[in-house]
């Protein structure tokens, strides 16, 4: 659970770091699961002249051990208390900024990535190696949820805020130790920038929930076909939703 003061710095930041919510052992199993599925066979981004890197969308769906994970107890008692006594799982993702890869991921809110409008949701990053910009790490704009959604453009696979429109002079590094959870809000302006350096991965596994009842504000979309991991107060068994949720997205 939060504490007063990791809930005030949540809601006017826009991030925590919640520290360390899996035991020793359970990192073990998300690295080694992680590293099997976030591969350059795989799927990569960026570009090759600054040099792509390893990303894999959904692994919950190809590990029974991540699926799990995400019905982690204490991290869901911190989704219930920042998102309310329903919780739905919205979507995870392994980005791997390997050594050498300088391709960034410029500015941008995580809900710039929906069609139409969706309301705030939560982002869990973990981080499986220690992170901070020379090695590819986060910078986000403290209080910058507050200003709500900004418009976004897309730049090939990502949606960017375009350059301008917003100070970029507040940002801070978002550093983290191996097994930290840093909690930030989707609308939290943030980019993770390249990894400059050459012996040093910089892995990390993005969980994502959003509130039992959420719906797109533009289209009226019921997210039913994401499935519940929190109902009443209570963690779900087991990842299960009305409606099947297909497996596509127009960006990372």
């Not at 969308?57 to 920042?82: D, G, K, W, Y």
Request: charged share 25%; proline share 5%.
């Amino acid at each position: 659970m939060l504490s007063n003061d990791q809930l005030e710095t949540f809601r006017t930041r826009g991030y925590v770091n919640a520290g360390s919510l899996f035991d020793p052992e359970r990192l073990e199993t998300i690295a080694k699961e992680y590293d099997r599925l976030v591969t350059f066979d795989a799927q990569v981004l960026g570009n090759e002249k600054d040099g792509v890197f390893p990303y894999r969308a959904m692994l919950n769906f190809r590990s029974p051990e991540l699926a799990a994970c995400i019905l982690h107890t204490p991290l869901l008692e911190i989704a219930v208390q920042l998102l309310g006594p329903d919780v739905r799982f919205w979507w995870d993702q392994g980005i791997n900024k390997a050594p050498g890869s300088g391709s960034p991921i410029a500015w941008h809110q995580d809900n710039g990535y929906q069609p139409g409008r969706m309301p705030e949701y939560l982002t869990c990053w973990l981080a499986l190696d220690d992170s901070s910009l020379e090695n590819g790490g986060l910078q986000v704009v403290p209080g910058s949820q507050a200003d709500g959604y900004r418009e976004h453009e897309w730049q090939g696979v990502h949606a960017v805020i375009p350059d301008g429109t917003f100070d970029v002079d507040r940002a801070v590094a978002l550093d983290a130790r191996a097994g930290d959870m840093l909690l930030f809000s989707s609308l939290l302006l943030h980019q993770t920038v390249g990894n400059q350096t050459q012996d040093r991965n910089r892995r990390a596994w993005v969980i994502q929930y959003c509130r039992g009842d959420q719906r797109n504000d533009v289209t009226g979309e019921v997210y039913d076909n994401r499935p519940w991991a929190v109902r009443d107060g209570e963690v779900a068994s087991e990842l299960v939703s009305e409606r099947p949720f297909e497996l596509r997205r127009e960006h990372a």
